[in-house]
């Protein structure tokens, strides 16, 4: 199932750190998730919403909804001295990373606003509300710091239903091409019984949940 041209153009031009390739295969692998209308897609790190809109095209298909998390304040990742630092993003009057606007026109723009629900708010607070057993789909890309990577994985995998797809990203063999921690929670993986492995794509990990 293709992305309409139109929509791809919209996520091309919208800030974000998914590329193509590694975009595709996360429609990719959402659509081959066991999402429904009862079993959500989950997005923890919406950003500007560049790697939501490829999970909406899939929930779209298969009649699900996105939920994607984000304090929309940025990662330690995205402040100087770090490179990701997006100026065009500061907040008017904090001055500090802002992406909740952008994010907004992006899902306008996309006609895909209705498949998605925003909440704004801390990941590991939010997964104290939210049902275990009930996401088709659990897509890691918050905060990149050890604890953040780590928390985020040990509150959001609990949510997956069982054939549920849980998606890594930044997960870099080398140290010199990024951060260790989504290494080291793919690695644990890995060794777990409960997860099967399926193609890596660029810095794209992924698993179904097996038992
Ligand atoms: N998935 C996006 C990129 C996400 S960048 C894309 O592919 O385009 C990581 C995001 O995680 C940032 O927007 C940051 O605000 C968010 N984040 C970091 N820590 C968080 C936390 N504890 N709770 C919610 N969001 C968090
Ligand atoms: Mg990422």
């Known amino acids: 199932m293709q992305i309409e041209s139109a929509i ?17 295969y996360l429609h990719k692998l959402a659509l081959r998730s066991p999402g429904s209308t009862e079993h959500p897609l989950v997005e923890i ?40 630092f997006d100026q065009r993003l500061r907040h008017r009057v904090t001055q500090d990373l802002e992406t909740l606007d952008t994010y907004r026109d992006s899902l306008r723009l996309s006609g895909l606003d209705e498949r998605v629900i925003a909440v704004v708010g801390d990941s590991n607070r939010y997964a104290k509300f939210f049902p275990q ?35 890594i990203h930044d997960v870099f063999d080398d140290p010199a ?13 890995r060794h777990s019984r409960a997860f099967v492995e399926l193609d890596q794509v660029g810095s794209l990990a992924a698993f179904i949940y097996s038992s």
């Open 8 to 24: 791809q153009r919209l996520i091309d031009s919208t800030p974000g750190f998914m590329p193509k390739n590694e975009g595709a």
């Open 45 to 84: 790190g919406t950003y500007c919403g560049k790697s939501t809109l490829y999970l909406a095209c899939a929930a779209k298909v298969l009649s699900s909804t996105v939920i994607t998390i984000d304090h929309h304040k940025g990662s330690e990742e995205n402040y100087p001295p770090f490179p990701f």
């Open 133 to 167: 057993d009930t996401a088709a789909f659990v897509f890691i890309d918050g905060g990149h710091s050890s604890i953040q990577s780590w928390s985020d994985f040990i509150d959001w995998s609990p949510k997956l239903i069982k054939g549920g797809v849980l998606a």
């Open 177 to 189: 091409k990024g951060g260790r921690p989504p290494f080291e929670i793919v690695t644990a993986l």
